[in-house]
């Protein structure tokens, strides 16, 4: 008798195709995430004492509904990597013949290295300069792990996606080509700047933007593609 991966998820998306490029895919969402982006807008995922909202069973029973007709299942958040039984959960998904994705801000740079054999491909989001993390997350050192997870990405030959949420209260210019700088140094050849959606952010105080002046500063963005040629905005 095979065991149950232990599993905590919060939410499912029964199908997207924004969610994995070029797929047809579901989301489970993890729940749980130590770090405080004043961005957060999955707030209610933040939370690891709270009872998952679906059991393995439930998770079992759709993804064997879905076969042949989904192509991908994408691990989001809170924060994947910290759950222990996202490996086995992996491994079984891609026994019925699903590819893996994953959205990650690479808070678990030890277990991120262990699931990389088996990923198709990652969301990397990425916070600011790796030493100005505590900035946007509000937990020191936190850079360190984004960027052990980020080298061990970009050596893995996975494909991925780096993408930082730009809310102009959190960033500027300078901290925005000083990332960009050291992604390019890094190897990053995908980039993207996703405008922050502040509705139902965690910080009250960065809810209502109405205009973000660094998404739409073409100097800057001009700036950022003469490192990274790939980079888009979201
Ligand atoms: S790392 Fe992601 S899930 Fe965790 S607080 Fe930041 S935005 Fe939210």
Redesign the pocket.
Known sequence: MTTSPVLSIGGLTPFTTIDFPNHLAAVLFCQG?P???GY?H?TH??DFQIKPTLSWEEIDNFLQRRQGLLDAIVFS???PTLQKGLLDAVLHIRRMGFKIGLHT?GINSKRLAKLLPYLDWVGF?IKAPFDDYATI?GVANSGEQALESAKLLLESGVAYEFRTTVHPQLLNEKALLALATCLADLGVQRYVLQDCRTTHCLDSSLQNLSHNELISNHKLIKAIRALIPQTSLR
Request: glycine share 14%; aromatic share 8%; proline share 0%.
């Open positions: 995430c770090w405080r982006c957060c999955n995922l933040l958040g809170g924060e801000a989001d997350t």
